[in-house]
């Protein structure tokens, strides 16, 4: 590190310790700063006292979480005031930089800094989510206009928070860890491969559980069509650890499955699989279905391009910022058939090697370290001055 840039202390905050993309970001920029001799400490509620869902090189503190009976607004509302207690004692303040990944977090910043706590903090904005709940929008509106400094990963949301709300914001962009995401077969991966009951394939694979933003229904519809020519073919569903309540559109999605008639093992959900586990997952798929109708960056795209796995892709911003015309298999998310036409595309030679060879050449460009530098110049403006 230069001589003239000091070492900070930095607390990044996320909203849990489960494997959702935010929190694998904030992760991964806590070992990168970590790398690049800072002293990050990554921190989030833990109701379960188990600590973050992978090991870290930078240290990670698990804030105690209470019991939380209700609805999705109660649990969130409990999971600001268990970051406003944790951060009223005055040796959990002694950081250089308060930074928030996400809107439960930032509200508990805000509240800090309101209270004079604390002097600044920054927040990571991924994308603005769209809340059924009006409280759960304005909590999150206020995690963003009281914050000092913004991110964005991309340039969408760059503007839209311009033009939303006013506010400038540093793009940071997305990371990918190509020492462990890579197309290098590990005896893991036949484990993995027997413990799901996948076949010969080809597997086409879904990241996010059942959600209407990861357009899980889209997917499904789209398999269906793949399935009719490859009879052979499962789909995996896998991820899916989200605080918000996605009952109402997974009981849809269990009525299409029933009503499909489809052999039970051929639409398979994992649930979160444990971080090991996960580049083993992307090596046994043979394609990647990202037709996500609204995304911050997309950073099972580049995992699955860095595994030599070529990925259905919505025609949409902030994917069409990073990937170009022939890296990905394109498709219309709005329409099963387009999603399905881009799979059956992206399982053929000789796109299949071309969309292999140019994900590969994508996911080189993006790194974890040059994400943690783009964060350096407004880090340093934000120092805290004093400790309260």
Not at 66 to 77: F, K, Q
Not at 131 to 152: K, P
Not at 281 to 298: H, I, K, Q, Y
Not at 330 to 352: F, K, M, N, Y
Request: hydrophobic share 45%.
């Amino acid at each position: 590190m230069s001589d003239d840039l000091p070492r900070l202390r930095i607390a990044i905050l996320a909203h849990s310790t489960n494997p959702r993309g935010g929190v694998v970001h904030a992760l991964a920029l806590a070992d990168a700063l970590a790398d690049l001799g800072h002293r990050p400490v990554a921190h989030a509620p833990d109701p379960t006292g188990r600590g973050f869902f992978r090991r870290s090189v930078a240290a990670t503190r698990s804030v105690p979480a209470s019991s939380v009976s209700g609805d999705v607004v109660a649990m969130v509302e409990a999971r600001i005031a268990d970051y406003v207690k944790y951060f009223e004692d005055p040796a959990h303040r002694q950081f250089d930089v308060f930074h928030a990944q996400d809107g439960i977090s930032g509200n508990a910043l805000a509240t800090l800094k309101q209270r004079g706590l604390i002097q600044r903090y920054v927040r990571t904005v991924h994308h603005i989510d769209t809340f059924a709940d009006e409280r759960l929008g304005e909590l999150d509106r206020r995690s963003i206009v009281h914050a000092d400094g913004l991110f964005v990963v991309s340039r969408f949301w760059q503007v839209q928070l311009q033009a939303e709300m006013s506010r400038a914001a540093t793009l940071v962009g997305n990371g990918v860890d190509t020492a462990r995401y890579s197309p290098a077969v590990a005896p893991g991966d036949e484990v993995l491969r027997a413990r799901l009951g996948l076949r010969a394939g080809p597997i086409l694979l879904s990241i996010g559980g059942v959600e209407q933003r990861k357009n899980t229904l889209g997917i499904f519809e789209a398999f269906r069509q793949v399935h009719a020519v490859h009879r052979s073919a499962q789909l995996v569903i896998a991820g899916g650890a989200s605080l918000l309540d996605h009952g109402a559109y997974r009981e849809q999605f269990n009525s299409r499955l029933r009503d499909a008639g489809l052999p039970v093992d051929t639409v398979i959900e994992t649930g979160p699989l444990a971080d090991a586990e996960m580049p083993s997952l992307f090596r046994l798929a043979d394609v990647l279905l990202f037709p996500s109708l609204r995304e911050g960056f997309g950073l099972a795209v580049l995992e699955a391009m860095a595994s030599n796995v070529p990925a259905v892709v919505s025609h949409l911003a902030p994917f069409t910022e990073y990937l170009g015309a022939d890296d990905v298999a394109w498709c219309d998310p709005h329409h099963p058939g387009s999603i399905a036409d881009a799979a059956l595309s992206a399982l053929t030679e000789p796109l299949r090697s071309r969309l292999i060879a140019n994900g590969a050449r994508v996911a080189r460009l993006h790194d974890w370290r040059r994400t943690a530098k783009a964060h350096m110049t407004t880090y340093q403006d934000m120092r805290e001055v004093h400790y309260a």
